[in-house]
């Protein structure tokens, strides 16, 4: 989903650190993308608060899912391996 910035109203995108994907794997991406700031290519980073309620709301919905999107491929090795060895 694409928010608008508050100060300008152009594009803003999370400002995940391409490091984590380099170094870790797909579910370090999603729990950074979760958590991480915005950024507007013309005002720079802009805090969470700046933005409308309703804007606020769907950003917190959306980290949440990317939250459950990481946790399901660790809930399904879970299973498999107590499932191997139980």
Do not use: Q
């Not at 606020?56 to 990317?66: D, G, K, V, Y």
């Amino acid at each position: 989903m694409t928010y608008r910035c508050p100060r300008c109203g152009h594009p803003v995108a999370r400002d995940a650190n391409i490091l984590v994907w380099m170094i870790g794997d797909l579910i370090g991406l999603l729990f950074a993308e979760a958590f991480c700031a915005f950024r507007c290519l013309r005002c720079g980073p802009i805090p969470r608060k700046e933005f409308p309620a309703k804007v606020r709301r769907n950003m917190l919905l959306a980290s949440a899912a990317l939250v459950l999107i990481a946790l399901v491929p660790i809930a399904v090795i879970v299973l498999l391996l107590v499932r191997a060895h139980g």
